[in-house]
């Protein structure tokens, strides 16, 4: 069994729409962190959390320790939300990483 | 601009043929680590550290070397590539409490 799953794998959304990513794990956590890649490549950081919620415009994410459960929400999704975002579990008690396969969004016009 | 500088972004190479790829940061972090990023696997993490001249293996460490002497700079070493080792490898630095920052990635493709 995978250490973290997230779901769906593919989404692709109307511009506009509410979207929702959510990244489940099984092992105990220092903090959950979200990236986003673009077609280009390039990585950024979106979120980094280890309990709560946390909003930077459009983009709020949730982290629900017990039942080991994270949500990425976008808002008012827009074309340029468009690339793949990855959960990464920063493991308790160890810097090791896991990450999850990724969420493909494509939000069409 | 605080930024993680890695390079080169793109590489091909011979199998057997030493090569590095460097990383530099200019945000004082402490923390750096380097990562693979492969069709259906994802990222995975190759080694990371948390100080100068403190370094640990990730989940993939096998076929590399990494060193830190300087704060700044977390070279990343193959000393005998191989055709498995091509990949797209991305290097990061952190403060350790907000989000990573990532280089733009280094595409080597072993031949």
């Known amino acids: 069994k995978n250490e973290v799953e997230q779901s769906p794998q593919n989404l692709t959304a109307q511009e506009g729409e509410f979207i929702t990513i959510n990244c489940s794990y099984s092992?105990?956590?220092?903090?959950l962190h979200w990236l986003q890649q673009h077609p280009g490549g390039g990585i950024v950081s979106l979120f980094m959390?280890?309990?709560g919620k946390k909003k930077h415009g459009r983009l709020i994410a949730t982290i629900n320790i017990q039942e080991k459960h994270s949500s990425l929400h976008i808002t008012a999704s827009h074309p340029r939300d468009s690339a793949v975002y990855i959960c990464?579990?920063?493991?308790?008690?160890?810097?090791?990483?896991?990450f999850g396969q990724g969420t493909r969004l494509t939000i069409n016009p | 601009e605080a930024q993680v500088t890695q390079n080169p972004r793109y590489l091909i190479t011979v199998t057997g043929k030493k090569l590095t790829v460097t990383c530099s940061q200019n945000?004082?972090?402490?923390?750096m680590s380097w990562y693979r990023q492969d069709p259906g696997l994802g990222l995975r993490q190759i080694y990371y550290?948390?100080?100068?001249?403190?370094?640990d293996k990730g989940d993939v460490p096998e076929g590399y070397k990494v060193s830190r002497k300087e704060k700044r700079n977390f070279p990343l070493i193959l000393e005998s590539p191989s055709p498995n080792q091509t990949s797209l490898y991305f290097c990061?630095?952190?403060?350790?409490?907000?989000?990573?920052?990532f280089g733009s990635g280094t595409r080597l493709t072993v031949v």
């Open positions: 990464e579990l920063i493991i308790q008690g160890a810097q090791k990483l896991v």
């Open positions: 092992v105990g956590i220092s903090a």
């Open positions: 959390l280890s309990s």
């Open positions: 945000m004082n972090h402490e923390y």
């Open positions: 550290s948390m100080n100068v001249e403190v370094t």
């Open positions: 990061a630095s952190w403060t350790g409490t907000d989000g990573y920052t």
